[in-house]
């Protein structure tokens, strides 16, 4: 009896004591939905910690501070501090799965049916309104009122995440709810940065853009599917970004909204290559050209079937852990690292900025949505979620007040006194932690609808 064969295992699934005691776990971990918001959470924890060390704690500033010099002739010259590096050149890959995200909404998901998206759409509306109404009643007449921007943000991560811990207490309605309002959310952030925390505009740099836009736009009807043209006019789409006073991660999103979102084969297509490839393979003819014609089949089948998949995607799974476990930690690594010790934290924490934020994030957020998702059902424009409830929605819209990486973002584009800037990380931290126990706690102890609700 011919012994059975098995198929090779990979290193990842051996018994060896790396893959066993780290590997696996490691993965089994990033495939939580509450992951990437722990951590998150841990990286803006180690931030704080180390930017307040008592005897390291200038190493955080200084290490953030390190000037970088990249030159190319005398076309290239960039001079940026390794702060800098991460918020404008690696959080473009955020932004880029952002893009992603949106363009899968908008022609795959919730938001391509009108009607669907209303709701969440008006909801989100209403949950950047009023924040930054009440970070502006707060700080008008002064140099503060320009973070008006700060409160409108949601951090998809954790909100998700939270909502993941409570199981099936939350509607599947409810998370989609939430979901597509945190992506309605990102677009009004995109476009309040793109047009109210833009200075210095250079035209010349801009038209640039646009013209390397109109290139990918070109390649994409044409068909050129060459990874390697869009990562070079990529890379110069982002510098002529940077160089044009637009905020660099823009480029990240144009790009985003610019990739296919369909398959460039069909199954059928696939179907029928697979089909061909598996007759060579059983076919007796050991013979060197014969093996050599079934190899090729098979990388073309090889293509066929990555092909099959759409390159949004194909990118949006690859690069979506890269975002969620390696960049976003990194900019909350760089960003979120407040010093305490040569501040009064009383003043600061009951500032107006600190305050402002607070309020905008835990009462805004919840006014705002709420008091939007109502008018858009009692006017006709939205369809109330299957399931849902009143206090589900109460719950969500406080989640959504958890605004902690586009917050920290736009902060950092608002302010240049750095007193600001920390009085205003200082309400995230505080606002977003206050909204989460909010929305965890309505969202936990209401009446429990069961699964599938």
């Known amino acids: 009896m011919a012994e059975e064969t098995q198929s090779p295992q990979t290193w990842v699934e051996s018994d060896r004591v790396i893959p066993t005691r780290f590997a696996r776990p490691l993965r089994r971990f990033t495939e939580l939905e509450a992951a990437s918001g722990i ?5 803006a924890a180690v931030a704080l910690l180390w930017a307040n060390l008592p005897v390291f704690g200038d190493s955080y500033t200084e290490f953030w501070e390190t000037h970088l010099d990249f030159s190319i002739g005398n076309v290239i010259h960039l001079e940026e501090t390794l702060k800098e590096v991460v918020n404008d050149g690696l959080m473009v890959i955020f932004f880029f799965v952002v893009g992603l995200e949106i363009k899968r909404e908008l022609r795959l998901g919730d938001l391509r049916d009108p009607k ?3 709701l969440p759409a008006v909801a989100a509306l209403g949950g950047m309104i009023v924040p930054a109404l009440i970070f502006f009643f707060l700080n ?8 008006w921007g700060i409160p409108m943000a949601t951090d998809i991560a954790f909100a998700v995440g939270i909502v993941a811990l409570l199981g099936s207490r939350v509607p599947s309605t409810a998370k989609l709810f939430l979901l597509a309002l945190a992506i309605a959310d990102d677009i009004g952030a995109i476009a ?5 925390y833009t200075d210095d505009l250079s035209f010349p740099w801009l038209f640039g853009g646009l013209v390397l836009l109109l290139v990918v736009y070109l390649g994409k009807n044409g068909n050129v599917r060459s990874q390697g043209f869009y990562w070079i006019v990529g890379l110069m789409l982002w510098f002529a970004i940077f160089e044009s006073g637009v905020h660099a991660t823009l480029a990240g999103v144009a790009l985003g909204l610019l990739t296919p979102a369909g398959a460039y084969y069909t199954g059928r297509e696939y179907d029928r290559k697979a089909r061909e490839t598996l007759d060579l393979y059983s076919a007796d003819d050991s013979s060197t050209p014969a093996r050599e014609h079934v190899e090729h089949e098979a990388m073309e089948l090889a293509t066929v079937a990555r092909e099959s998949v759409s390159p949004l995607t194909r990118l949006e799974e690859v690069l979506h852990p890269w975002s969620s476990f390696v960049v976003i930690p990194i900019f909350a690594l760089a960003n979120a690292g407040v010093v305490f010790r040569d501040m009064d934290v009383a003043d600061a924490v009951t500032s107006s900025v600190a305050m402002g934020v607070v309020l905008g994030l835990v009462v ?7 008091l939007f998702t109502w008018l858009a059902i009692r ?8 399931g849902t409830g009143w206090v589900d929605i109460v719950g969500l819209s406080a989640l959504a007040g958890v605004g902690f990486t586009v917050s920290l973002f736009i902060t950092e584009l608002a302010f240049e006194n750095p007193l600001l800037t920390d009085q ?12 989460g126990v909010i929305g965890f706690t ?3 102890v209401k009446p429990h609808r069961g699964p599938g609700t």
């Open 39 to 43: 951590v998150l959470l841990v990286a």
């Open 140 to 147: 008008s007449g002064t140099d503060a009122a320009r973070g």
């Open 192 to 196: 309040v940065i793109a047009i109210f």
């Open 116 to 118: 669907a998206a209303a």
């Open 442 to 444: 309505l969202l936990r």
């Open 379 to 386: 006017l006709g424009v939205g369809v109330f979620p299957r």
């Open 424 to 435: 205003a990380k200082i309400g995230i931290f505080i606002g977003s932690f206050v909204a």
């Open 364 to 370: 805004g957020k919840v006014i705002g949505i709420t």
